[in-house]
């Protein structure tokens, strides 16, 4: 079955640096991604999404890059904060109708 | 906020119980999921629906069921409840397929 996971479950970085967040999955006809963010005792909330006929995309400090030919997605967060601390989730629109979530990626922003 | 409003946020009960979430999505959504998330885990998909029909099942325990309403809100059961049910529940709501998702705060369900 399809699947979404995370290469690293925890990551740490120095406040200001840049970080990047890494996501693989395995249904190639996935077209829709979504990276969530989620604080403690929170539901997840909204960062940045990518459809699959594009590369990258960019945000507000926050870039998602696409590589369909390895099936692998990233997200960067620039000059990251302390509020950036958070678990980040990638999601796969599988084209079944439904999100399937990876297992997360803890960031601690170390100040 | 988000706009999508689960009760009761906090609720605990016996092993053997059964209880309902409620999940009521952003006005105009019309898609509904389920999640799980036990302690430090990621997200579990349990079911979705839309507008009214289920649409697609993930992890879902034969135990656990949910339904859409007419006016959209969702309701998770869950029954015969045993100690390792104990997690978040989180709803999402989205506009239609392939439209970012939304999600509650969540219902924490302790199983003593």
């Known amino acids: 079955g399809e699947s979404v996971g995370l290469h690293l479950p925890t990551l740490s970085v120095q406040e200001g640096d840049n970080s990047i967040i890494n996501c693989a999955y395995s249904?190639?006809?996935?077209?829709?991604f979504i990276w969530y963010k989620q604080e403690s005792g929170k539901g997840p909330q909204f960062i940045i999404d990518?459809?699959?006929?594009?590369d990258k995309r960019q945000g507000q400090r926050v870039t998602v890059l696409l590589n369909k030919t390895v099936k692998h997605l990233s997200l960067q967060i620039a000059a990251t904060q302390p509020g950036d601390s958070a678990v980040y989730f990638c999601?796969?629109?599988?084209?079944?109708?439904?999100?399937?979530f990876g297992t997360g990626t803890r960031l601690t922003v170390i100040p | 906020d988000s706009g999508v409003t689960q009760t009761p946020k906090h609720l605990i009960t016996a092993t053997g119980q059964r209880v309902t979430l409620r999940c009521s999505p952003r006005?105009?959504?019309?898609?509904v999921y389920w999640y799980q998330q036990s302690l430090d885990q990621g997200l579990q998909f349990l079911i979705q629906?839309?507008?009214?029909?289920?649409?697609a099942k993930g992890n879902i325990l034969e135990r656990f069921s949910a339904q859409q309403f007419p006016d959209l809100h969702s309701e998770l059961n869950l029954s015969s409840l045993e100690l390792g049910d104990s997690a978040l529940y989180f709803c999402?709501?989205?506009?239609?397929?392939?439209?970012?998702?939304?999600f509650g705060q969540g219902t924490r369900l302790t199983v003593v």
């Open positions: 990518i459809r699959s006929n594009m």
């Open positions: 006005s105009g959504d019309l898609s």
């Open positions: 999601a796969d629109e599988t084209g079944a109708n439904n999100l399937f």
């Open positions: 999402a709501s989205s506009v239609a397929v392939g439209t970012e998702a939304f």
């Open positions: 629906y839309y507008n009214g029909e289920e649409r």
């Open positions: 249904n190639s006809a996935s077209d829709y």
